[in-house]
């Protein structure tokens, strides 16, 4: 089993930068491929961002790419998500994801474990 705790969310002006963490516990998160996913009213639960842990490759939605970047630090058992650049239409709920699999995905059914969310709203 593995523990995923989101953080860092929060109210900022469009162009603004924030910086969100999941931290995992339970297991090593060594082993998994991550994701991050978001999710606004209305609309279905998307990806942003992930990592394969087989290869380190990085995976971006054509929507943040050039402005989100994923990052893992294997020591602390956390993942990131540094947003930068950030609009109105990136307001959501974001989840951080882990996956067991051996091949990495970005479709939301591969992913075995789930954070709870972290809101982050963008003001225009």
């Known amino acids: 089993q593995v523990q995923l705790v989101e953080s860092g969310g929060g109210l900022v002006q469009a162009g603004g930068s924030l910086r969100l963490s999941c931290a995992a516990s339970?297991?090593?998160?060594?082993?998994?491929?991550t994701g991050w996913f978001r999710q606004a009213p209305g609309n279905e639960r998307g990806f942003v961002a992930g990592?394969?842990?087989?290869?380190?490759?990085?995976y971006y939605a054509d929507s943040v790419k050039g402005r989100f970047t994923i990052s893992r630090d294997n020591a602390k058992n956390t993942v990131y998500l540094q947003m930068n650049s950030l609009k109105p239409e990136d307001t959501a709920v974001y989840y951080c994801?882990?996956?067991?699999?051996?091949?990495?995905?970005?479709?939301?059914?591969?992913?075995?474990?789930w954070g709870q969310g972290t809101q982050v709203t963008v003001s225009s």
């Open positions: 339970g297991r090593t998160f060594e082993n998994y491929h």
């Open positions: 994801a882990a996956a067991s699999r051996r091949d990495w995905s970005k479709a939301t059914t591969a992913y075995d474990y």
């Open positions: 990592m394969s842990w087989t290869t380190g490759n990085t």
